[in-house]
C-alpha cells in the first residue's frame, strides 16, 4: 500500500545519472513505471540508448538536479560520487531543496556521510541504497535493495523503489546500509576464490568437473556462488557478469572499511589478495569465477 508521501508518475521528473550496466537497467525499469525520466551518463551512447526509449536527455549533472524531484545515481567508484554530489558542477549546488536523492553505487561509509552532509546543508536528503545481484536482475526488478538514510526520505522513495528491486532492507543509517553492501561482497567474493581453489584441487585429484561440482552441493561447501559461478567454472564461460576488477574494488573497500573500525578480517583481506593477483595476470575484464586460472595450471 502506498502512503499519503507517495511518488506518482505524474508528479514530476525523476533524474538518473550514471547509466551503466546496472543503472541502464535501474532506469529503464522506470520508464517501463511510466515516470518522466531525465538522465545523464559520460557516454552519449548511454544516453542515447535511453532517449530512444523515452527518456530525456542531459547534457549536465546539473541539467539532471535541477529539474528533478528525485535524483537516482550509479556510479563506479566512491569518487565518482563524490564529485557528482558535492563538485562545482555537481548535484548539491543546483538541485531544489527538499530534493530526495538515492545513491545505488557502491560506496565505503565514509564517503556516504559525507556525501549525506552535503545534501542536508542543501537542504535535501540522501538515501543510501546499495543493490546486490547483477545486470540481468536489475534489468527484471529483481535486485534486492539494502537502504539507509533519513526514514521520511525512504518512504517518499518507496514507490521508486519497488520499481528498481526487491525485497527491500532498511538496515539503519547511510553508513549501515553501504557497510552491509560490502561485507556482502567481502563474503561473497571470499567466497568466490575459496570455490575456485577447492574445485581447481578436485579437478588435479581427478574427479571429473560435473561431477565434482554436483557432489560439492550436497556438501557444507554449497553456497549461492557455487549455484551461480561453479557451472560457469566447469565449462569456463569468464564472461564479465560481476568483474574480477569490480569485485576488487569492493573487496579493497571493504578491508579498508574493517581497518578504520580497527575490525580484523584476514581471511578478508586473503580474498582481496587474490583478486589483485587475477587482475594482475590481465583478467581484470572476465568474471570473477576466472579467478579459477590462478589454481587450475
Known sequence: MKTDHSF????????????????SGMARRLLGAGYRLRVYDLREQAVRSLVEVGAVGAASVPQVASA???IFTSLPLPEDVQHVYLGDAGIVPTMARGTVCV???????????RVADGVAAAGGRFVACPVGKGPA???????????GGP???IELARPLLDVIG???HI?????????????SNLVGMGNVALLAEGFALGLKAGIEPKLLAAALRDTGASSYQLEVRLPWMVVRDFAPRFSVDLALKDLRLAVDMAARM???????????????????EGLGDEDAASVLKLSDR
Not at 545513491?103 to 556521510?113: C, K, L
Not at 543509517?173 to 553492501?181: G, I, L, M, N, S
Open 8 to 23: 506518482q508518475p505524474t508528479d514530476g521528473e525523476v533524474g538518473f545519472i550514471g547509466l551503466g550496466r546496472m543503472g
Open 171 to 183: 538496515l539503519g543509517d547511510v553508513e549501515q546500509a553501504t557497510a552491509f553492501k560490502l561485507l
Open 262 to 280: 580497527h575490525a580484523p578480517v584476514p581471511l578478508g583481506a586473503a580474498g582481496l589478495q587474490t583478486f589483485v593477483a587475477a587482475s594482475a
Open 137 to 147: 536482475q536489475a534489468a527484471e526488478g529483481a535486485v534486492p535493495l539494502f537502504a
Open 103 to 113: 545513491d545505488v553505487s557502491t560506496v565505503d561509509p565514509f564517503t556516504a556521510r
Open 151 to 153: 526514514a521520511e526520505a
Open 166 to 168: 526487491r525485497p527491500l
Open 68 to 70: 528533478s524531484r528525485f
